[in-house]
């Protein structure tokens, strides 16, 4: 009986250990006549204390204040490899009828976002605004080539953007998402995918009224999160994560985002 035992953990051992060293491509597998729903529920939750205002020496509250988003994320597969994202108000009801959907769409009505991203990896609307792009990004765009047990990938997102105001005296950034583990779940293979992302900047923002005035900002951005993605039927199982948004200086802001996917 030992010895069954034994011989058991070593072959599941053995199994285990030659499945996080295959390469696995992480794909969308969407049938072209049926969309996969998620509920996307991004949570802004700003906690900014004070704001100082130099030019008339005043300070206003702002926080905390949370605002909600629920969206439905409906997900097509439009052929060529090419995975259409859009992003939409929900009915009332929590029932999903397609064709409502459908109609919601065509007419423009509580749609949020459009996009699109390649089945096998990387971002296909290259045209769209940077801050829904970054959306896509962060919960559809997948790795372009096969990856292992430790490898990691970059994401085609870029959170803080400033305008030729700003003068930046120092810069740092880590864009890294790294798949951690491949495990079986009642026979299923899941790729645990974790996010590690960081921007950095430092410098001065002029403001030109009648005369210049310089504000010294320093503005610190991470995103960290944990998604678990059906290799066997290419798609998300659950994904959570959270953005943090510092802003520090001659003009204060804390913010912080919640991500996450419901699978319909």
């Known amino acids: 009986m030992k010895l069954k035992l034994v011989t058991a953990i070593l072959v599941l051992s053995a199994c285990w250990v030659k ?8 794909e969308w597998k969407i049938n072209a006549e049926e969309p996969v729903f998620y509920m996307t529920n991004i949570t802004e939750i700003d906690s900014t204390e004070l704001v100082s ?3 008339s020496d005043s300070i206003r509250k702002i926080g905390p204040e949370t605002v909600d988003k629920y969206l439905l994320s409906k997900l097509t597969n439009k052929g060529d490899g090419i995975i259409d994202v859009i992003m ?23 749609v949020s976002l459009r996009g699109s991203v390649y089945a096998k990896g990387g971002i296909h609307s290259f045209w769209v605004e940077n801050s829904k792009k970054n959306i ?12 292992k047990v430790g490898d990691s990938w970059e994401l085609a997102m870029d959170y803080i ?9 120092h810069s740092y950034k880590t864009n890294k998402v790294t798949l951690s583990e491949v495990k079986q779940v009642n026979g299923e293979n899941i790729a645990v995918i974790k996010y590690n992302l960081v921007e950095h900047v430092n410098g001065v923002f002029y403001q030109y009224s009648g005369s210049i005035i310089e504000y010294r900002l320093v503005m610190h951005v991470t995103y960290t999160a944990t998604g678990e993605f059906s290799i066997d039927k290419g798609r998300w199982i659950s ?16 913010k912080m985002t919640r991500f996450a996917l419901i699978r319909k």
């Open 88 to 110: 939409i108000t929900p009915p009332s009801d929590s029932v999903i009828n397609k064709e409502d959907i459908e109609l919601r769409q065509r007419l423009n009505k509580g």
């Open 53 to 55: 205002n130099d030019v």
């Open 136 to 147: 896509i990004a962060l919960f559809f765009e997948l790795p372009k080539e096969p990856v």
């Open 19 to 26: 499945q996080n060293k295959q390469a696995v491509q992480l």
């Open 161 to 169: 953007g400033n305008d030729h105001n700003f003068a930046c005296d």
């Open 239 to 254: 994904y959570n994560g959270a953005l943090h948004f510092d802003q520090t200086g001659d003009a204060i802001r804390k």
